[in-house]
């Protein structure tokens, strides 16, 4: 089997369509479309390279403005940190001094009650010391004076203090100070003074074996007193004279001879030299009931002046006046003398105790 050769045969063509183009004119559009697409591809691209570095350099400066502020802010962190660090030092050191203020605070404080402690102590003690010296004053005169003087200036005392811790021994003088306006006590002061006025008369106090010897002294002073009267009667001097004699050895001789009851001889029968040692022994009756009355010892004062009242009645004359006045000055001094002791000031000295412990 024979095959022909292929270039006997004649190449068929395709026959020409009248819809397609030529061949050189669609490449031609092509490569204006691809141009056009590659232009713009270009210029999209200029445009996002462009944009990106605009971007880039954006990005680099907000990293730059980035750094910068994070030195910044680094710089500011480590400024209050050491802002932190001086503010904590300043804050111990004011709380130091906070500390030692609130110290020195409270031990002022407890300085300044120290203080008003002492002080009002020391008038505690004070006031406690006027009162126990205004006993000893009360006990040695028999007067209630210097109790009620020292009970009033502790009151002013304490008044001017004005402590309200010392009020309740306000109140105790207040109480203190009634109880002494309704106490009655002995007038030792005029009681004394009686007793040296008696002590001074006893010297002139007669006793009963000089009554005759009074009478003849009272005799010779009134005639002096009579002299006026002579004149007048139509007597000379000498006249006056021996009728004076005369009354005295009158009254002497009447005198010689008395008849009289004697219930106490022992006080007739008194020698006239013994008469100065009665009247001693009466004084020294009288001295020592003085010393009872300054001692409070009423009881001994009481018996002296009962023996002084008994020798005084027993040995002196009891129809002079001098003598009647001495024994009623004795009774009256018997009378006004009272054993009543001092009223004690308890409630005070217990209010100043419990002021001094504080209490």
Do not use: C
């Not at 680094?74 to 904590?88: G, H, I, N, S």
């Amino acid at each position: 089997m024979s095959s022909a050769p292929a270039n006997d045969l004649p190449a068929a063509s395709p026959a020409p369509s009248p819809a397609q183009p030529p061949a050189g004119r669609g490449g031609s559009v092509l490569t204006l479309l691809l141009g056009a697409v590659a232009v713009a591809a270009l210029i999209s691209s200029g445009l996002l390279w462009q944009r990106l570095s605009s971007i880039q350099e954006q990005l680099a400066r907000q990293s730059a403005d980035s750094g910068a502020q994070a030195i910044e802010a680094r710089t500011m962190a480590r400024q209050a940190e050491e802002l932190v660090r001086d503010t904590a030092a300043r804050l111990s050191v004011a709380e130091a001094r906070v500390s030692e203020v609130a110290l020195q605070r409270s031990q002022l404080e407890e300085l300044m009650q120290s203080l008003s402690r002492s002080r009002d102590e020391n008038l505690v003690v004070d006031i406690e010391s006027a009162i126990r010296l205004a006993q000893q004053q009360a006990q040695l005169t028999g007067s209630l004076d210097p109790l009620v003087a020292a009970l009033k200036s502790a009151s002013q005392r304490i008044e001017r203090a004005a402590q309200p811790r010392l009020a309740p021994v306000q109140r105790a003088i207040g109480r203190d100070l009634d109880q002494l306006a309704r106490a009655t006590v002995t007038d030792t002061a005029g009681l004394l003074g009686r007793l040296d006025d008696l002590v001074r008369q006893v010297d002139d106090l007669p006793v009963q074996n000089a009554v005759a010897q009074a009478t003849s002294t009272r005799r010779l002073s009134a005639a002096p007193a009579q002299d006026g009267a002579v004149p007048a009667e139509g007597l000379a001097w000498w006249q006056a004279a021996l009728q004076r004699a005369w009354e005295v050895v009158r009254d002497e001789a009447r005198g010689l001879v008395r008849v009289s009851r004697i219930d106490q001889p022992e006080a007739i029968l008194l020698a006239p030299e013994q008469a100065f040692f009665l009247r001693e022994n009466l004084k020294l009756k009288l001295l020592n009931a003085r010393l009872g009355v300054l001692a409070r010892q009423y009881e001994s004062a009481r018996s002296d002046l009962a023996a002084a009242t008994a020798a005084l009645n027993k040995y002196f004359d009891p129809a002079s006046r001098r003598t009647q006045n001495a024994a009623s000055v004795l009774q009256q001094a018997q009378a006004h003398m009272k054993a009543a002791e001092l009223p004690r000031l308890d409630e005070t000295l217990s209010a100043l105790a419990t002021a001094a412990a504080g209490r």
